[in-house]
């Protein structure tokens, strides 16, 4: 059961679209077949099963015999709804299939209506019965049917599976990969730093706070607003209440720059799942969240260290180590030497806003 929650749960698109093609499919044969089958009234003999359509001839031309009413006849068999040279066919069909007394008939009938047909007919012996209808005949357009939506189901699924394996994830997403050079010496430099932070933060996540999104002011020492910096819900897993978090977003604001940065903290699961590493990664580099780890942010002024201080995953019937039950981050910010008196890049087109997560 597990396993297959796993696999709804990895590939929720692929499993939808199926889904909903099965069961439009028996929607559509339950409606179609038993609900609201399809009536024919009105109809004209050139639409009877071939059967039922002789004997309608027969009997017409056996009351045109009696009446000579041609108009009745040529009403009754409905002449001008017949396909070219269909009705033709089916009389000299006829009269090579019926006694002399019936093909006289039929012969005067095809006459009065202009109908070519043999003027001796051969008398033959009758023609065998058509065998009865079997189930497979009746079954074989709902069966053509089926085939082929498993086939397009197969397909869809299958080309979904060959797109999902070929993309790689991104390393690190469109906005953190921007002004890459230097990067890693900075932020190195700021691991390893042993210079106080100008602002330092604590906060912890347990599970069932839902609404966890923790944001902490960045200020000088006179009070100037810097920036801010804070963490927050990512991605859960799973279904139900509270919600099982799988991964967690960092993320650094500066007023001074044009962009926000922003890192995903993941699960051991999610960080092994290609597909959860793909979805994750427009939002910012992926990291595995492990005790004592440091990840570093870093602005045009600002640099924040972030330490993963405790992680204690949740156990149910979710994948192992799919979701957290206990997360404590601290959060260490710095101003970049010489930044202090600079003025917001954005002022003339209004003030730069921290991130909505």
């Known amino acids: 059961m597990d396993t297959i929650q796993q696999f709804v749960q990895q590939h929720r698109p692929m499993v939808t679209l199926i889904g909903g093609i099965v069961l439009g499919l028996i929607l559509g044969l339950v409606i179609g077949w038993w609900l609201w089958p399809v009536q024919w009234t009105n109809s004209t003999p050139s639409n009877l099963r071939s059967d039922f359509q002789s004997g309608y001839i027969l009997w017409v031309a056996e009351r045109y015999d009696a009446t000579h009413d041609l108009e009745e006849a040529r009403s009754r068999l409905g002449v001008e709804y017949w396909k070219e040279g269909q009705l033709a066919e089916t009389i000299e069909r006829l009269t090579k299939e019926q006694g002399e007394q019936e093909a006289s008939r039929l012969q005067a009938l095809a006459q009065a209506l ?6 001796a007919p051969a008398i033959e012996e009758p023609a065998p019965t058509a065998p009865a209808v079997s189930l497979w005949e009746r079954l074989r357009p709902v069966a053509m049917v ?6 397009v189901v197969a397909f869809v699924g299958g080309a979904y599976l060959l797109f999902s394996r ?5 390393a690190v997403s469109e906005e953190a990969g921007r002004g890459v050079e230097g990067f890693l010496t900075s932020e190195q430099a700021l691991l390893d730093s042993d210079e106080p932070p100008l602002s330092q933060f604590v906060t912890t996540y347990t599970l069932g706070d839902d609404h966890y999104d923790p944001s902490f002011s960045i200020e000088l020492e006179n009070g100037e607003f810097m920036g801010e910096c804070g963490v927050g819900i990512s991605e859960t897993v799973g279904v139900g209440a509270p919600s099982k978090v799988t991964a967690f977003e960092v993320w650094l604001f500066d007023k001074n720059d044009i962009r926000t940065v922003t890192k995903v903290l993941m699960s051991d699961y999610a960080f092994h799942d290609e597909s959860l590493r793909t979805k994750l990664a427009p939002k910012g580099e992926p990291v595995l969240a492990e005790m004592r780890k440091d990840v570093a942010l870093e602005t045009k002024m600002l640099r924040v260290r972030v330490r993963i201080v405790e992680t204690e995953y949740g156990a149910g019937n979710l994948p192992p180590d799919s979701f957290f039950d206990r997360l404590t981050v601290e959060l260490a910010a710095w101003v970049k030497p010489g930044r202090e008196g600079m003025q917001p890049v954005a002022e003339a087109d209004g003030p730069v806003m921290p991130p909505t997560l």
Request: charged share 20%.
């Open 114 to 119: 202009e109908v070519p047909v043999p003027t």
């Open 166 to 170: 070929s993309r790689k994830p991104q």
């Open 146 to 151: 089926c085939g082929v939506a498993l086939l």
